[in-house]
């Protein structure tokens, strides 16, 4: 019981040695078929301008910086640990320049509107304070028919795990397709896909 509060606790907000060290690792590996398929769907061109929210242990964000070698690569945490770790370990990618990191709120991001050609977000609908003010402002964003790309471990999946009781909000496939719809998207597609007993969806939705 103690564990799975801290556990949840740390996913909010990571800090001491487990949130330095600890939780990348498990975000990088742990959720790295998400990463990948988000990656899939993203169908980066040279002169993308993508944003990721909430970039965690930076799997995906580095994916995609290695990729792209023009355009604009932008992620944004709420978490100083992570952006610190992020720049340290990736110094290379910002010599090279194309990049931004930053702190800020997922529900006001620090952008001009129409900045970004795709935005993407992977398991950071449960900590979200408010989800609708967030896919707002993805659609505030992006540029006219722009990509956005939400993935998630589904609600019968982290019903199983203790730790989902301290403070996360879990959410059906159809509840998320409403939102991004209210939000201004569509054409929007829920991609499921499965791994091991865990199951997860991949919203792609055009502004």
Same mark, same amino acid.
């Given at each position: 019981?103690?564990?799975?509060?801290?556990?949840?606790?740390?996913?909010?907000?990571?800090?001491?040695?487990?949130?330095?060290?600890?939780?990348?690792?498990?975000?990088?590996?742990?959720? =790295?078929?998400?990463?990948?398929?988000?990656?899939?769907?993203?169908?980066?061109?040279?002169?993308?301008?993508?944003?990721?929210?909430?970039?965690?242990?930076?799997?995906?964000? =580095?994916?995609?910086?290695?990729?792209?070698?023009?355009?604009?690569?932008?992620?944004?945490?709420?978490?100083?640990?992570?952006?610190? =770790?992020?720049?340290?370990?990736?110094?290379? %990618?910002?010599?090279?320049?194309?990049?931004?990191?930053?702190?800020?709120? &997922?529900?006001?991001?620090?952008? &001009?509107?129409?900045? %970004?050609?795709?935005?993407?977000?992977?398991?950071?609908?449960?900590?979200?304070?408010?989800?609708?003010?967030?896919?707002?402002?993805? +659609? =505030?964003?992006?540029?006219?028919?722009?990509?956005?790309?939400?993935?998630?471990?589904?609600?019968?999946?982290? @019903?199983?795990?203790?730790?989902?009781?301290?403070?996360?909000?879990?959410?059906?496939?159809?509840?998320? @397709?409403?939102?991004?719809?209210?939000?201004?998207?569509? +054409?929007?597609?829920?991609?499921?896909?499965?791994?091991?007993?865990?199951?997860?969806?991949?919203?792609?939705?055009?502004?």
């Amino acid at each position: 019981m103690l564990f799975s509060k801290q556990f949840a606790s740390q996913l909010i907000h990571p800090s001491g040695f487990f949130g330095r060290f600890m939780l990348p690792c498990i975000w990088n590996f742990g959720n =790295r078929i998400l990463n990948n398929l988000v990656f899939e769907q993203l169908d980066l061109q040279p002169n993308d301008r993508i944003i990721e929210i909430g970039f965690g242990g930076g799997y995906l964000l =580095r994916r995609i910086r290695a990729e792209m070698k023009q355009g604009l690569v932008a992620g944004v945490d709420l978490s100083p640990l992570m952006i610190a =770790r992020f720049k340290r370990r990736r110094r290379f %990618f910002f010599r090279e320049g194309h990049i931004f990191l930053g702190r800020a709120r &997922a529900e006001a991001l620090p952008f &001009a509107s129409k900045r %970004f050609t795709k935005v993407c977000t992977i398991n950071t609908l449960f900590f979200l304070k408010d989800v609708h003010q967030v896919l707002f402002e993805m +659609h =505030r964003v992006l540029a006219e028919n722009g990509t956005a790309v939400v993935c998630f471990t589904d609600r019968e999946s982290l @019903q199983k795990q203790s730790f989902i009781r301290y403070g996360l909000r879990l959410f059906e496939s159809e509840e998320v @397709q409403k939102m991004l719809e209210s939000a201004g998207f569509k +054409h929007i597609r829920m991609i499921h896909a499965e791994e091991g007993n865990r199951g997860f969806y991949c919203a792609v939705g055009i502004k």
